[in-house]
C-alpha cells in the first residue's frame, strides 16, 4: 500500500483493556495514577493513538481516557479509537444512547475512529436488521466520528464478504501475531492478507497475544533468548507485526509503566525481522507445538447434557494456553470472561454426564477441578 489512511501514525498504540488495578480492587478500580504516568511515558515518546471501548474495564476504561488523557492533554496530540457494543443492541435506538454515553464518559467531542465491535458472522443478520452500517455513516456526516471501521474476530472468507459489502469501512482492526498468523482459527494471515486485497489498512490487535508470547514455556523462551539475550521476549512480537505494511498502528494492551518503556524502545527505530530471525521464531512455534496438551477436539458433546452449563471446551483450550505459554494471568482473565456466562469450573456437581459423553474418553471432572485451582484463585 502506498498511502493511506494511518501511514504516517507512529506504530505503537496504547490498548485501554488491561489498565493497572488497585490491589485486592476489581477490574472496575483502575490505579488512574499509574495509568496517568504511564500516559505521560507513551506520549512523550511521540505515540499518540488510544484505543478504548464501552466494554473495558466495564465502562471504567473510557472515564480512565478522560482522566488521563483528554483532560490532561491538547486534543491534537492524540487520536482515540472508541466501538459500539453490538452485544447491547436490541434495536436501532440502542445505538445512539450508547454512543452520547461514550461521548460523556471520555469527554471528547468526536472520536477519530469508530468501530462496531468484534464483529463476525453471527452479528451480520443483527446489523443489517438494526440499521448499524448506516448509523455508522450517519456518525462520520454529522462530524462525531473522523473514520468508520470493524474490529474482526472470525475467519477470513467472512471478513472478504464484509468488505466486499461495506466499501465504506476505512480501516479494520484484527488480531495479528506471529503465532495466530498461520491458525486455522484465527487466520490472520488470510485475514491480513483479506484486508490488502480490499486496500483496507489495518490496526492490529494482540500482537503479543495477551501477554503469552511475552511469557511462553522456558524451552520455547529459551531459544529467542539465547538468539538475542537482550531483547525481550515482547519485542520479538512486536517486531513480527511492525514488519507488515498497510499498518496503521499496533496496539498493545499495556499494563505496566515498564511494559510502556519496553514497547516504546522497541519501536524506536524498529527494524523488520530477518530471514533468520523469523526461522528462529519458527523454531520456538515448533517447541510449542509440540508441548504435549490436553487432547480435547472442541467437539463440544460435554456441554449438551452439563446441568451445570460449564463451558468445558473453552476451559480446556485456557488449559493448553496456560501449559504452553505460562500465562496465568491472560488465561486466568480470559477464563473469567468465558465463563461469566456458563458455570465455572468449581460448579461441577460431579455427574460424569460429559466424561460418558467424550469421545477423546477425557477425565473432565479432574481437569476442571485442575482448572477452578489454577483460574478462580488467580481470579
Ligand atoms: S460432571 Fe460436571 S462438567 Fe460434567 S456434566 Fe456433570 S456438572 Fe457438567
Ligand atoms: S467432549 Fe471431550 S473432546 Fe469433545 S469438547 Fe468435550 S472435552 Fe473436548
Redesign the pocket.
Known amino acids: 500500500m502506498k498511502d493511506y489512511l494511518g501511514k504516517n501514525t507512529p506504530k505503537l498504540g496504547f490498548g485501554l483493556m488491561r489498565l493497572p488495578t488497585i490491589p485486592g480492587g476489581t477490574d472496575q478500580d483502575i490505579d488512574l495514577e499509574k495509568v496517568k504516568q504511564m500516559v505521560d511515558l507513551f506520549l512523550e515518546r511521540g505515540y499518540t493513538y488510544f484505543d478504548t471501548a464501552y466494554l473495558y474495564h466495564g465502562g471504567k476504561s473510557e472515564e480512565a481516557l478522560r482522566e488521563a488523557v483528554v483532560k490532561r492533554y491538547p486534543r491534537d496530540k492524540f487520536t482515540v479509537t472508541d466501538k459500539m457494543p453490538l452485544w447491547d443492541i436490541k434495536g436501532e435506538a440502542d445505538y445512539e444512547r450508547i454512543f452520547q454515553t461514550q461521548l460523556q464518559r471520555t469527554g471528547l467531542e468526536y472520536f477519530d475512529y469508530y468501530f462496531l465491535h468484534g464483529i463476525g458472522e453471527s452479528q451480520l443478520e443483527l446489523i443489517d436488521k438494526t440499521g448499524g452500517w448506516d448509523y455508522m455513516k450517519k456518525l462520520k456526516e454529522r462530524g462525531l466520528v473522523k473514520h468508520i471501521g470493524f474490529s474482526f474476530h472470525s475467519p477470513a472468507a467472512c471478513l472478504d464478504k464484509i468488505l466486499t459489502a461495506h466499501p465504506e469501512t476505512e480501516l479494520v482492526q484484527l488480531q495479528i501475531n506471529y503465532a495466530d498468523w498461520e491458525s486455522e482459527k484465527v487466520q490472520a494471515r488470510l485475514c491480513y492478507e483479506t484486508a490488502m486485497k480490499h486496500n483496507v489498512p489495518v490496526t492490529i490487535m494482540e500482537p503479543v497475544r495477551g501477554g503469552a508470547l511475552a511469557s511462553m514455556h522456558p524451552d520455547a523462551a529459551k531459544i529467542l533468548k539465547d538468539y538475542a539475550p537482550d531483547a525481550s521476549l515482547a519485542s520479538w512480537a512486536i517486531r513480527f507485526c511492525a514488519s507488515l505494511d498497510g499498518l496503521i498502528t499496533i496496539l498493545s494492551g499495556m499494563t505496566t509503566l515498564e511494559q510502556v518503556d519496553d514497547n516504546t524502545k522497541t519501536m524506536k527505530d524498529v527494524k523488520p525481522l530477518t530471514d533468520e530471525e523469523r526461522e528462529v521464531i519458527a523454531k520456538a512455534l515448533k517447541v510449542i507445538d509440540s508441548i504435549p496438551v490436553i487432547p480435547c477436539t472442541g467437539c463440544k458433546y460435554?456441554?449438551t447434557?452439563?446441568?451445570?452449563?460449564?463451558p468445558?471446551p473453552a476451559i480446556i483450550e485456557q488449559m493448553n494456553e496456560y501449559t504452553k505459554y505460562q500465562n496465568l494471568t491472560g488465561a486466568a482473565r480470559t477464563y473469567g470472561m468465558i465463563t461469566m456466562m456458563g458455570?465455572k469450573?468449581s460448579?461441577?456437581?460431579?455427574?460424569?454426564?460429559?466424561?460418558e459423553?467424550c469421545p477423546q474418553h477425557l477425565e473432565?471432572?479432574s481437569i476442571?477441578k485442575q482448572a477452578a485451582e489454577l483460574f478462580e484463585k488467580k481470579a
Not at 305 to 310: F, R
Not at 347 to 355: G, L
Open positions: 460435554c456441554i447434557n452439563c446441568p451445570q452449563h460449564i468445558t458455570g469450573a460448579s461441577c456437581v460431579d455427574c460424569k454426564s460429559c466424561e459423553h473432565i471432572t476442571l
